[in-house]
């Protein structure tokens, strides 16, 4: 009978529990207004994707320049001080000597946004312009592709700088430590060689060349004056030949056909006039 009691004491526990978990499970009584569906509120428009950032325009500009000066020694001064006064310099000058006459080649490096007024500074120092010729490359696509091969590099570096740790400390072979050593030497001299061409490609971006090349006046004039061209003068006078000639030829044709019959009857008449003449004072004596 003691052992009852505590039985039936659980039962009731348990079917109380059950009451209580029907009872919540059991659905909410409802108003007898029909209740409205709510509304609910749009969703939210997704921010727009930042725009990729630009690409940088990187150019190399060249120019290849000859001019006609009258002195080639002043000329070259005064573009040494045009260039250093712009924030560029020469880096490469060769003047010689032909008889008495300097000439001169030059290689002129001026920052690449004054290349323009540079050259305009050049055309005026110079009597005339014999040539000039700009180019242009766009190297900005190799610069970024640089770019991507350096990240690309240093993060083989630093799994290899990993795995060569780990070699040193469980490897009992130094075969593999120098393995994995000379790897990462050769990656990092890829590295080097990468960050070199990148350093160049920005400085020949920054700053544009000028090949310039300075001839004297007098070695450009031609030894027969301007003035006086044989070749026109012979073209000329075979001209006045052949008119000559023509004119000649004219004068004959008209003689034989037009005037020599002419003046053959004018004969034959005066001598016919002269006869007649004759023979009426014959008969008169």
Partial sequence: MKKLIPMLLLVGVVACSR???VANMAPPKQNDAVAQPRTLPPPAAAPAAEPAPAMPR????TADVKIIVADTSKTVDAITKSIEGAGGYVSGSNIWREGELLRAKLTLRVPADKLTATLASIRGL???VENETIASEDVSQEFVDLESQVRNLEATEAELLELLKV?????KKAT????????????????????????YLSQVTSMSSIALEVVPDAITQPVVKAGWQPLVVVKDASRALVAFLQSAATVVIWFVVYILPILGMLTLVITALIKLARRSRAREV
């Fill in 19 to 21: 009451e209580e978990s």
């Fill in 176 to 199: 593999d430590v120098l393995e994995v050593h000379d790897q990462l030497t050769m990656i990092r001299g890829e590295i080097e060689q990468a960050r070199g061409r990148m350093r």
């Fill in 58 to 61: 990187m150019i190399v500009r």
């Fill in 126 to 128: 110079a009597k005339r």
């Fill in 167 to 171: 070699a040193r400390v469980n490897s």
